[in-house]
Every structure is written in structure tokens, then in C-alpha cells.
């Protein structure tokens, strides 16, 4: 499995930073719930752990989604674009993706000259990240 990893690591183009955008899909809705962002060490631990697993910039480490909030993403697929320099992750989507306790992470929406919220949360964010500095 690792040789099959290596020649998927080959085609995709991490920038100078060694990261690339990685985009989050529900497998079964087409539903688009995240951008995150992914090194070497990412790609080759969301194959070979088969869940979701991102670099954080704000950590500084790699972050497997749903660590400490418990809802992780399990990898269907990954997918890159022509170019090679963009992921998507095709995920089945335990619970909610964003931070702030709602499905997607996209839920300002341009609407008559202003930004509108479209969606609620769903569980409070401080039920998910109960004691976390960061959020």
C-alpha cells in the first residue's frame, strides 16, 4: 500500500508552503462542508487511515478531523484536479464539519447586498469543543 500512496503523492503539486487546498464533500448529498488544508504527511495518513486528515496551520501539526470533537470524517475517495494542485476528499460526514457547530463550514450566503446566515447550528460549539483556546 505504501508504493500505491508514494505514486499518488506524485501527482499532486503542494505549493512552496508544502501544502494544497483540500476540499471536503459529503459522498452521498455532493454537499461541500470544508476547506482545509493538506501536506505529504496528511494525504499519505487520510490513505492510509481511511478518515480525513489535515495540516493545521493554526496548530502547526496534523489534525485528524474529529480528534476532539468526535466528528470525524471517513474517506470515501480522493480525487485531484487537473492541474494537481487542489484535492477533493469524498468523506461520509459523522455528525457536523464546522467548528462552529453547523453541517457545513459555508453558511454565509450573498444575499441582496449583504452577507446572510443560512444555517444554524446544529450543536452548540462549546458542547464540541468544550475546553479548546484555540476556536
Known amino acids: 500500500m505504501t508504493d500505491a500512496i508514494e505514486r499518488a503523492l506524485v501527482e499532486i503539486r503542494f505549493g512552496s508552503d508544502g501544502l494544497v487546498p ?5 459522498y452521498d448529498t455532493g ?3 470544508m476547506l482545509a488544508w493538506m501536506n505529504r504527511d496528511a494525504v499519505q495518513a487520510s490513505l492510509k487511515e481511511g478518515r480525513a486528515c489535515y495540516w493545521s496551520r493554526s496548530r502547526g ?3 485528524r478531523k474529529g480528534e476532539s470533537s468526535g ?3 471517513l474517506l470515501r475517495e480522493l ?3 487537473c492541474d494537481g494542485d487542489a484535492v477533493l476528499l ?3 460526514q459523522q455528525g457536523v464539519a464546522c467548528h462552529t457547530g453547523r453541517r457545513s463550514c459555508f453558511f454565509h450566503a450573498w444575499r441582496d447586498g449583504k ?3 443560512i444555517a444554524e447550528p446544529l450543536i452548540p460549539p462549546e458542547t464540541l469543543y468544550p ?3 484555540d476556536r
Do not use: H
Open 79 to 81: 480525487r485531484v484536479d
Open 115 to 117: 452577507w446572510t446566515i
Open 31 to 33: 454537499e461541500i462542508l
Open 90 to 92: 469524498i468523506v461520509d
Open 131 to 133: 475546553a479548546s483556546p
Open 71 to 73: 466528528q470525524v470524517q
Open 22 to 26: 483540500a476540499v471536503a464533500q459529503q
Open 61 to 63: 501539526r496534523l489534525w
